[in-house]
């Protein structure tokens, strides 16, 4: 039986705080060992958030002082959109198409990411750039567009998300070797994925001693070879998509701890695929439903608690015989103490949340709801995970 206890308000935080234990048939070994979870949920209004349909292409929650604050490229508005959530109003907004415009709009966009409460990281195809809301602070061309072949070290963003580092004054950027195809034993996952760029400066990156874990060098993956990575002090941490351990690299060390993170549910290996249909994009999508997958990892500061997200495999086919997609599948939320010791895992609602725009608070574990297709007077709502 399923038990989930679930409070809605949609312009306050509610007080309906309830301790609860979930319970799943589907996977009983699921269990709460140490902790405690209760579960809140709030929304932003539709009188804050004037748009029918949610339409945000990056989502992210950031303490600033005392006040927690949602940072929104709105897809709708054409908008960088910042909320304060303690008071549900909006603080400020800005117009991207001007950046786009500043940087080429012809320029992909790999990542937004904010900073701080006025300061942005945009990293585009070719230039990563320290922005306010007025002027670029920094730029650093990368990827050098004018070359007559692509350099064999590129910077991108995907899942780990370009970030700022004051005390360094440069970016820590994902890297991938871009004249190597990704066919399993290839240089490709051989190569550093993260490395440090000094602002204002066209040096050699400096690359981090982490790679793609030894299971990449053997099997195909399909398109499960994304990484999600969560700065913690001197500490990143990585979460592989096809990779069950956990990967801690010291940065100034240079040091590597792996911990064990396989989820209880994550009871049978991957169905790989064949060297042959490697880079045939339809069969890979099609494996994304019949393989499990680990995404993002998060710390949680208050409680000394590592969050990470695992969506376990499906048969090919359901019960009705239709074949089953990546968005029929469910995701399961793993707790982790800091010794990365696991203590829970959690069957979360089908269809409700993704990890992506999942963050930390004071309150506990932000997890904001998918939005429904031509809904009329939407609201952004979120449900807290909070563990004591």
């Known amino acids: 039986m399923r038990l989930l206890l679930y409070c809605l308000i949609t312009l306050l935080l509610s ?3 309830r301790n609860v234990v979930l319970e799943n048939s589907e996977f009983p070994n699921l269990s709460t060992k140490q902790v405690v979870l209760s579960i809140d949920s709030f929304g932003i209004p539709n009188s804050v958030y004037k748009y029918d349909s949610v339409g945000f292409s990056y989502l992210q929650g950031k303490e600033v002082g005392d006040s927690l604050y949602l940072f929104m490229m709105n897809i709708r508005s054409k908008k960088l959109e910042v909320y304060n959530l303690d008071n549900l109003t909006k603080t400020w907004e800005l117009s991207y198409i001007n950046l786009l415009d500043s940087f080429h709009s012809s320029q992909k966009l790999w990542s937004v990411h904010f900073h701080n409460l006025d300061t942005i990281v945009w990293h585009t195809e070719y230039s990563l750039n320290l922005i306010n809301r007025e002027k670029v602070i920094y730029q650093q061309i990368i990827n050098n567009p004018e070359a007559t072949e692509n350099p ?41 994925i993260e490395v440090f760029v000094p602002a204002g400066s066209s040096q050699n990156y400096d690359t981090l001693p982490i790679t793609y874990p030894e299971r990449y060098y053997k099997i195909e993956q399909g398109f499960n070879t994304y990484i999600n990575r969560e700065r913690v002090g001197n500490k990143h941490i990585y979460s ?23 989820s209880q549910s994550d009871t049978s290996e991957n169905k790989f695929i064949s060297k042959k249909t490697a880079l045939d994009a339809d069969i890979k999508l099609q494996i994304l439903a019949t393989t499990s997958q680990y995404e993002r990892i998060l710390f949680d500061k208050y409680r000394n608690l590592y969050y990470r997200f695992f969506v376990p495999q499906l048969p090919e086919k359901d019960a ?7 968005g029929d599948k469910r995701r399961v939320l793993m707790v982790f103490d800091q010794d990365f010791n696991i203590i829970g895992e959690y069957l979360l609602p089908p269809k409700k949340f993704g990890d992506y725009g999942a963050f930390v608070g004071k309150k506990g574990l932000y997890l904001p709801h998918l939005a429904i297709p031509n809904t009329v007077n939407y609201e952004q709502k979120f449900s807290i995970y909070s563990f004591n």
Do not use: H
């Open 240 to 262: 592989f998509a096809a990779e069950p351990n956990i990967f801690s690299l010291d940065i100034v060390s240079g040091k590597i701890d792996v911990f064990a993170g396989r």
């Open 15 to 17: 007080n309906c705080n």
């Open 152 to 192: 064999p070290y590129s910077l991108i963003s995907q899942r780990m998300v370009t970030e700022w580092d004051n005390k360094k004054m440069g970016f820590w950027v994902q890297g991938y070797c871009s004249l190597c195809s990704q066919k399993a034993g290839d240089l490709f996952f051989k190569t550093p």
């Open 320 to 326: 009705n015989g239709l074949y089953n997609s990546f």
